[in-house]
C-alpha cells in the first residue's frame, strides 16, 4: 500500500532564515505531487505541483519554492522567510493514471517567530 | 473556474444520531469529480468518499453517504450513526480538467455530542 511522509511535523523558525519541508511517497511510482498550505480555520491553497521529476507548476506567485529532485520526493523551500509564511503545509500524491484523487500526507505546522 | 461552496460553518450532532453537510459547486465541465475529506484535529486531510460526475448512483462507504444531485450542483454528506471520532473539519472539494487542481470548500466544523 502507498503511504506519504512529511517531516518535520513541526518547526518554528524566525523571519529571514531559509526553509526546507520535505514530502515522500513509497508504494508508487511516478505520481503527481502537490503541496498546499492552510492557514489557520482556512481553506487549502494550492501551493504548487509536480507531474515528474524536475517539472514544478506554480500556482501562487510568493517567496516559496518547490523542487522534485527524485520521483517520490517533493521539497518544498524558501530563502528567507516571512511572517505571512507561518501556516499548516500538506503535502499530497495522486496515482498519474488516476490523478483526481488526491491523498494527504500528515501536514507540516510552521510558525515563523 | 470552479467554486465549492459550504454554506455551514459549524454543525452538531447527538452520537449515534444522522447529519447532514451540505455542499454546492458550480463547474462548466462536463467531466469532474467531487469528494469529501475529513480533517481531525490531527489535521491530516483524509479521504471520506467519493464521487463521479458521470455516475448517477450516490456513492457510500459505509456508514457515509453522498446525495448527488447534478442538476442543482448540489452534493451533501450524510453520516449516520454518527461517532465521537467523527468529531473533525469536513471539507467538500471539486476537481475536473487537467485533474492536478483541487477547489475546496472553506470546511464544515462538525461536532458530535455525547
Known amino acids: 500500500s502507498q503511504t506519504i511522509h512529511q517531516w518535520p511535523a513541526t518547526l518554528v523558525q524566525p523571519v529571514g532564515s531559509p526553509l526546507s519541508l520535505e514530502c515522500t511517497v513509497e508504494g508508487t511510482s511516478n505520481p503527481n505531487l502537490y503541496w498546499y498550505r492552510q492557514a489557520a480555520g482556512r481553506g487549502l491553497q494550492l501551493l504548487f505541483y509536480s507531474v515528474g521529476i524536475g517539472q514544478i507548476s506554480s500556482e501562487v506567485p510568493q517567496n516559496l519554492s518547490a523542487s522534485r529532485p527524485q520521483d517520490r520526493q517533493f521539497i518544498l523551500s524558501s530563502k528567507k522567510l516571512l511572517l505571512s509564511d507561518s501556516g499548516f503545509y500538506l503535502c499530497?500524491?495522486?496515482?498519474?493514471?488516476?490523478?483526481?484523487?488526491?491523498?494527504f500526507g500528515p501536514g507540516t505546522r510552521l510558525l515563523v517567530l | 473556474a470552479q467554486t465549492v461552496t459550504q454554506s455551514q460553518p459549524e454543525m452538531s450532532v447527538q452520537e449515534a444520531e444522522t447529519v447532514t453537510l451540505s455542499c454546492t459547486y458550480d463547474t462548466s465541465e462536463s467531466d469532474y469529480y467531487l469528494f469529501w475529506y475529513k480533517q481531525p484535529p490531527s489535521r491530516q486531510m483524509i479521504l471520506v468518499i467519493r464521487?463521479?460526475?458521470?455516475?448517477?448512483q450516490n456513492a457510500t462507504e459505509n456508514r457515509f453517504s453522498v446525495n448527488f444531485q447534478k442538476a442543482a450542483k448540489s452534493f451533501s454528506l450524510k453520516i449516520s450513526d454518527s461517532q465521537l471520532g467523527d468529531a473533525a473539519m469536513y471539507f467538500c472539494?471539486?476537481?475536473?480538467?487537467?485533474?492536478?487542481?483541487?477547489?475546496f470548500g472553506t470546511g464544515t466544523k462538525l461536532q458530535v455530542i455525547p
Open positions: 472539494a471539486s476537481v475536473s480538467g487537467g485533474y492536478q487542481k483541487v477547489t
Open positions: 464521487q463521479e460526475a458521470y455516475k448517477q
Open positions: 499530497a500524491w495522486s496515482e498519474s493514471t488516476r490523478q483526481e484523487t488526491q491523498y
